[in-house]
């Protein structure tokens, strides 16, 4: 491999800080998942806080304690395109950072940005990765189990490399990256280091049933449904002409409607629509108001679900 470790990922990011508070700060609807995910992830690092709690209640470390330690760190974010998963893997480090003190370490790693180069590329870059992440959290778990920090491989757009080995048209290549991706999660449980691997993936159905069955968690991402869309809105339109009716309004017209099954995305309210409305608005040097978003809103169709869309 030429390519080496350098550049292995696309840029390991440090939490807390700010830029991620503000985007953590923007995510609309998604706090009972977020609290989910963060507990989940802290018992990780921490299994002592397990511990506690069972001598609290039960009196004793219960042997049921055994079966969550073993489990494997490993979410995985499944669902439509826009829907959020990439987001949320990106700041899940900041909210944990806050909520508990320890630093996090995002570590984003790009397989579909390097495309699919010589044969062995995709196992030898994981298995790289896998190698580095494990020696930068070697050393980080304390003797009374509490780890002092925390690592996030983060492997988005992961459905080249998680497609089922069971699939007849699967090439050799891909196969061999998810046996690595499965060694390296596997080492990571064994050795108890205080890593979560989230995967990200279009296609929970084409997920290898050996990496789903590993997961700890697996969440399924959906489109936002109207008070989500509503809340999305208001806040992304604050303070334009907009009165609290027309956002229902609006929230409302985001939804799944005669002859369209599926209603806005995230990123189609987020990236296009509210956009589109502002520069609408601007173009005509007018305030933004209910008519301005209803013409816009009319010619600014959501994306089409991810599995209509590769049929
Ligand atoms: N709950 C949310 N609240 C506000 N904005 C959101 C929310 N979820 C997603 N977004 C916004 O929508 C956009 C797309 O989100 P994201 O990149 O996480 O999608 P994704 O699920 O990873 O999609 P893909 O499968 O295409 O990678 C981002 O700009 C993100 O900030
Ligand atoms: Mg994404």
Redesign the pocket.
Known sequence: MTQGIEGLFARTEEFPNPSAQA?SN?????DALINRLVNDAVVLANPTALMVWSQEVHGEAIAALDAVKDRTALFV?A????????????VLGQVIAVRTGIDVTLYPLSLTARGRGAVGEMTTLLTCAFERISADFAKTRRADGIAASLGILLI??GDALAQSRELAAMHHEDRAGVNALLRGIDGIRTDRLPILTIV?T?RLDALDPALRRRAAVVEV?ER?DHH?RAA?LSRLLAGTKLTADDITTLAAMTGAADGRPHGY???D???RLVPEIVLEAYRRRTAIDAAIAAEVLARTQPTRP?DAAVR
């Open positions: 985007r923007a995510l609309v609807g998604l974010f669902g439509d395109v826009g829907v959020g998963k990439t987001e949320v893997a990106e988005d757009e990200c279009n991402f936002p989500q999305l995305t995230y990123s309210l987020r990236q991810f």
